[in-house]
């Protein structure tokens, strides 16, 4: 997610009503505003040159656990004391006396540091007075948390020097520790009644609202009871409650806001009904929840090892949308994958065959950001419009002012993280039809041998606070996010971040995973900008999801390194140069920029003049690079030929390799992008290879950018298999975009997360890529306009033929038939890597062009042959390359490469091998394997 924005709620303003008095609720409110005001918050101190807060405002210390607070920044002059008040009307101006409050204790300051979990833990914090909570007063805190506290430093005449609020996550982390261990929050179905449990140490009082459907009124009322040594409320309801809905009542302080009757769905919500308004009562083993066939339907075992993964990344409404062969009711939905006659399963199964392993689907949990019922289609209103220009803006026109009720979004706003998404239901009203529905499309998927993987978005939720689509901050006001020293909610992955590095939201994440990875068989994760987590919580996760489903459940992730975590600020993340040894896999930035050129970040100053090993770099200059005032170098072509061998290596961090200056390096001690390791793996099933996913521009459109404009459109699909043979020769784990393969453009768009169906159109019929539909969206774009307008405006001269299409489809199969064939492409360690596979070409000396591996299969299980040597040529034109060590050896082309319906006929044409010299001839721009039985 290096480049996306959340997608901005354009919803009504808080509607909040307020009551007299806090009395218990009726019936009436289950069917209330989402949320009440039962005594407002104290008016705010008045402005003072003097540090003040007030009710809501600034929460500047810590609690770290339930009798130490640390107050970073604070004068340590003065009394210390603890004010609380159950109504929330708190009020501490500066030079005058707290009001509002029921009651204060005093706080004793404490000469000795902090124990050294706690000071590991808060590690973060500033320097400032710890205080203590006396031994007779600590057995009170629990329930003075469930009003409002505020920590005041006071003069000796009782008048408020300084004020904050505390945050509380250290505090109910340790009252409350045991909860991480209750199995069954949520709700449990028996047959004669349901049981409702959910964490909320710091509510007053908590009831539960059944519905007998998703719009009837409520039908029952029923206050929960509080666990005081898990801060857990619990009820139990008679009767059959499988297929009706419920909502929690929470009265529960809420900063700025006052003592508030929160009316909200739950966290561990399995289903819901249309937008989200109820969650669903649903026993998910429950036979009338399972497609015919669930239990039976075997997960495919095509993965004994994670490099053995070859993952398609594909968004659940780009597959069918625009899939005439799809029935119309099934177009963009989850049962468009049960329709296997369709265009776009019939492209899936030929991607299995050939040896694809993974379906990685986009957020398929439920989505803040798209309407459930009656959003709006617009394929076919753009496509009507009169005068469409390649390099239009009609058709951005047209997205844009649909934007909020479109049917469209990526789906990295999580609402509910448990429970499938509404709109790709047929009926969104129906908490059973998702359900099973999603359970059909997984079930459709593992029977053409394709297992499933989800994207996950545990680093952030879209909203929080009281909004009326924060559910977390509604429960549990303050623990579920992680704060900035002020108490502000960090927004560094684009929206609220989530607080991993707790351990319920700890567990909120693992259970969920656990359930999706149970209850609907998916076999595979990759996490949203992970690097935000804690590995400890990557590796509690994994340990968790095998054991609950007795195999091994692969996890990938973003382990981008940034914001309010980097560098291990607050606990070790689960970030690249983090999570070695793990066995979790992250992406690999490295060869990706090397083969692209650039950046993910590049502008028009750089998109176009920064060229990558496959599109150019020095052998083939675009108009930009050639009047750049620094010319780029025969040593930037293999510095970049270098980053490439990198990935191929797997980015292992124990790897030797020549380096281009000469001297032989372990990975590790090369330098990437100015101060990383180029190495930080340290076994291949933790590296992603990849050259292009959903975020930023396709490899196609980044290299109509890159690419000179007079390469004809037979060589820019050579350069487009060029990244695909990279990715599938790579050791560790080859990702790829859903049509990569088909040469997939999206009309130059960098973020095309809003873009709506038009910019992210797939083609399974094979006629068109849709470059040259439009001037993308201008928030994302509109700064480049000037320099994407006359390429848009070539699109004819540009844009594929049907006949290259075709042709990148099938050598995109064949080379993933040649990685299939074997596991010399998918090694299994760090060991195994730096003994068979060696490069040659290399150092000072090279055909910088031109990337030279070979790979060793004596006596290795599953190689098939004796040795293999791929050969790379970038370059444009026919390339030979000498190696002595490869003398008198007696290789072949591969079989693939010499089948009859070969894509790329030029390699048995024109590849050779001359066994007296070790030369190797390939053709321009091609990948070559040879073999050796």
């Known amino acids: 997610m290096e480049t996306r924005l959340a997608k901005l709620f354009a919803g009504a303003a808080l509607a909040l009503t307020c009551a007299a008095a806090s009395a218990a609720p009726t019936l009436a409110d289950c069917d209330g505003p989402f949320a009440t005001v039962l005594h407002a918050a104290a008016p705010a101190a008045a402005p003072s040159s003097t540090p003040a807060a007030s009710v809501g405002s600034e929460a500047r210390a810590y609690w770290l656990d339930r009798q130490l607070l640390q107050w970073p920044g604070a004068d340590r002059a003065g ?104 199995p069954d929050l949520g709700v449990t179905v028996g047959a004669r009644s349901a049981g409702f449990k959910l964490w909320a140490p710091t509510a007053q009082a908590v009831a539960v609202c059944t519905y007998a459907s998703g719009t009837s009124a409520a039908a029952t009322l029923t206050a929960m009871r509080r666990d005081d040594a898990t801060g857990i409320w619990s009820a139990q309801l008679p009767g059959t409650q499988a297929g009706r809905y419920y909502r929690y ?178 009926d969104a009203a129906d908490g059973a039809a998702r359900i099973v529905e999603f359970r059909r499309m997984v079930q459709a998927l593992h029977r053409i041998g394709l297992r499933v993987g989800m994207d996950v978005v545990y680093n952030h939720t879209f909203v929080a606070g009281q909004d009326p689509r924060s559910v977390l901050d509604r429960v549990v006001p303050g623990y579920y996010h992680r704060l900035d020293a002020r108490g502000a909610i960090e927004r560094s992955t684009c929206c609220d971040n989530t607080a991993t590095e707790h351990p319920m939201m700890a567990k909120l994440m693992i259970d969920s995973a656990a359930l999706w990875a149970v209850h609907y068989k998916i076999d595979s994760f990759r996490f949203d900008l992970m690097g935000h987590q804690p590995r400890a919580a990557m590796e509690q996760l994994q340990a968790r999801v095998n054991r609950a489903t007795g195999r091994h459940i692969n996890l990938i992730g973003e382990g981008w390194n940034f914001g309010e975590v980097a560098d291990g600020a607050r606990f070790v993340q689960a970030s690249q140069l983090s999570l070695n040894g793990s066995g979790i896999g992250t992406f690999s930035d490295r060869a990706r920029d090397a083969m692209r050129g650039g950046g993910a970040a590049d502008g028009s100053a750089q998109i176009a003049s920064q060229q990558g090993w496959i599109n150019g770099l020095v052998y083939d200059p675009n108009a930009v690079a050639r009047s750049a005032p620094a010319p780029r170098t025969r040593d930037d072509l293999m510095d970049a030929a270098d980053m490439v061998r990198v990935g191929l290596a797997g980015s292992l961090r124990s790897y030797p390799m020549q380096t281009r200056q000469g001297p032989v390096k372990r990975l590790e001690d090369m330098a990437y992008g100015g101060n990383q390791p180029a190495g930080y793996a340290s076994a291949p099933g933790e590296t992603v290879n990849y050259v292009e996913n959903h975020d930023n521009q396709t490899l196609f459109d980044i290299n109509v950018f890159k690419l000179p404009l007079d390469t004809s459109t037979a060589e820019r699909a050579q350069v487009q298999m060029l990244g695909a043979a990279i990715n599938a020769f790579s050791q560790g784990v080859p990702y790829f975009h859903a049509g990569f393969d088909i040469l997939r453009s999206k009309s130059l768009d960098r973020n095309s997360f809003e873009s709506g169906d038009w910019f992210n159109r797939l083609d399974w019929t094979y006629r068109d890529n849709y470059f040259g539909t439009g001037l993308p969206p201008e928030a994302d774009n509109g700064k480049d306009y000037p320099l994407m307008r006359p390429l848009l405006a070539q699109a004819q001269r540009i844009k594929p033929t049907p006949q290259d299409i075709a042709w990148s489809r099938d050598a995109f199969r064949d080379l993933l038939a040649i990685r299939a064939s074997s596991t010399l492409f998918r090694l299994r360690t760090a060991e195994d890597v730096a003994q068979r596979l060696r490069f040659y070409n290399t150092g000072p000396q090279q055909v910088p062009t031109v990337i030279v591996g070979h790979l060793d299969g004596a006596g290795y299980p599953g190689a098939r042959f004796h040795a293999l040597t791929y050969v790379i040529n970038a370059d444009k034109v026919t390339q030979q390359v000498t190696v002595t060590q490869e003398q008198g050896r007696r290789y072949a082309l591969h079989p693939v490469h010499l089948q009859a319906g070969a894509a790329d006929r030029r390699i048995a044409a024109g590849a050779r091998y001359d066994a007296a010299t070790g030369s190797f001839t390939v053709p321009p721009r091609s990948a070559v394997v040879f073999v050796e039985p």
Not at 108 to 125: E, G, H, M, T, V
Not at 131 to 137: F, K, S
Not at 164 to 180: I, K
Not at 400 to 421: I, L, M, Q, R
């Open 79 to 182: 009394v210390f004391k603890l004010y609380y008040a159950a109504g929330a009307q708190l009020r501490a101006d500066p030079g005058q006396r707290v009001q509002g409050a029921d009651g204060a204790l005093l706080l004793a300051p404490s000469a000795a540091p902090a124990p050294d979990a706690l000071a590991r833990r808060f590690k973060f914090i500033g320097q400032g007075p710890l205080l203590a909570v006396a031994p007779a007063d600590v057995a009170r805190i629990g329930a003075l948390l469930t009003g409002q506290v505020l920590l005041v430093r006071e003069a000796v005449d009782g008048t408020v020097l300084d004020a904050t609020a505390a945050q509380l996550p250290g505090a109910l982390d340790d009252l409350y520790a045991s909860a991480v261990q209750a």
């Open 249 to 426: 009542l929470v009265d529960v302080v809420a900063p700025g806001a006052g003592l508030v009757r929160n009316l909200v769905t739950d966290p561990y919500s399995v289903s819901l009904t249309t937008d989200s308004r109820r969650s669903y009562i649903a026993d998910l083993g429950a036979a009338a929840l399972k497609p015919p066939g669930w239990d039976s339907t075997p997960v495919p075992q095509r993965v004994k090892a994670q490099p053995d993964m070859a993952i398609y990344e594909l968004h659940v409404r780009d597959f069918s949308i625009n899939d005439a062969s799809v029935s119309a009711a099934n177009r963009g939905k989850y049962l468009a994958f049960t329709e296997t006659g369709s265009n776009g399963m019939r492209h899936l199964a030929a991607l299995s065959r050939a040896g694809m392993t993974d379906i990685h689907l986009l957020p398929v949990y439920d989505i803040a950001t798209i309407p459930e019922q009656g959003c709006q289609a617009t394929l076919q209103d753009i496509a009507a419009l009169p005068g469409l220009r390649p390099d239009g803006l009609a058709q951005q026109a047209a997205i844009g002012a649909v934007k909020f009720t479109d049917c469209y979004n990526w789906g990295y706003d999580p609402y509910h993280y448990s429970a499938p998404e509404g709109s790709y239901a047929r």
